[in-house]
């Protein structure tokens, strides 16, 4: 039924890069064989799985939604590709996306924009939007992406879907093409929130080959879905609710925190007094570690390589020139500034300190607090090409996201309202490890 509905709908939806039919109803009849033969099944048995094109698999092409990599065959599985196989999933593709997961929007992709698919004038956001699309095409049942700044809440708040960011060092990144490492982390897309827990029960846990890993005692959080919110602390940061903002966006996010209050959570408004930094923060991390992990693109070790040169420093320039797209040019150069020597100590080390403050911030409010809700994204999804010529603009669609992976905390974005057709997203954030407060309270919520 997946599959059919793919045929239908992607030529307009344009979600996948890749798909992966054949060895997908391979493995369905294997499953069908070991139901027969009453050997038990995993917990993710026979479910179409959408793979974001960043997450290697091996002998399956992985391309970043980019030209430099539009041929590269990975050797090996990342491990959340494993995890999902070891459990029965079913991959059925390798979903489109902001070219290396830089925009907002899922239109910097060589492979074309993807259209979200509840008004196909309008992106899907970014950068997993392709992750996003096929599952609000009903082209999967569930999903993979990537999150570094907001690159799961972000299409989940616009395709009205449950997108969730775990924690990082939850989920091992060991094959997951670095954009940021220190922000970087695997994140899900499912219809609802037990869909989307199911998701993050299968990929969690700790992995040796990921230095950065933790070792979390349980994983698993359906069983605990269902238990009451009464008393839960919750926090309304008001440097989140008073910036320029869509107002009918606030409106609606208002209206779910008085749904909360009903059902037992006592509301205050709080304060992270370093929200405004985050932005500025996030572009200067980001974009550092951008420009060192993008170094490796060269034109020897991976993928495309400049027809044109004739001497070494041509093949770097030149495959590096055709390869990557204007936004990722961009990125190189604003890091490569930034960690240049004499402008080091005031952007990256400075920044550097910053997010210490922004880690703080939460810290504090995590002592008195089991929750902090705000908006996911301060607009409704916009329409294609409509801040594509202007990067700033774009970058502002982040504002309330990238917070949460400077300082390494969870966070998901659910459906809470509609404006004129349109979702809108309601960002819940929880402490480091403490998924299962932010998952019980968007369960009570839905
Ligand atoms: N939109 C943000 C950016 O462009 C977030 C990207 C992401 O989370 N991968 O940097």
Redesign the pocket.
Known sequence: AHIKKIDEVDGDINAFITLTREEALKQADEIDRKIKDGESIGSLAGIPIGIKDNIVTRNIKTTCGSKILENFIPPYDAAVIEKIKGKDGIILGKTNM?EF????STETSYFGSTKNPIDLERVPG???GGSAAAVKAGEVALSLG???????R?PASFCGLVGIKPTYGLVSRYGVIP??NS??QVGVFGRDVADAALMLSGIAGYDIKDSTSMKVEDTDYLTKLAEDIKGMRIGLPKEYFNIDMDKRVKEEVLKAVKVFEKLGGEVEEISLPYAEYGLPT??II?TSEISSNLARFDGIRYGYRSKDYSSLDEIYINTRSEGFGE?VKR?IMLGTYALSSGYHDAYYKKAQRVRTLIKKDFDEAFKKYDIILSPTVPTLPFKLGEKIEDPLA??M??LM??SV?LAGICALSMPCGMVEGLPVGLQIIGDRFKEMNILKAAYAFE
């Open positions: 902001d997961a830089m925009g907002s970014g950068s997993s990537s999150e570094t700044g907001g690159s799961v972000e954009m940021a922000l970087d996030y572009y980001a936004e990125r774009m970058y669609s982040d996201t990238v992976n």
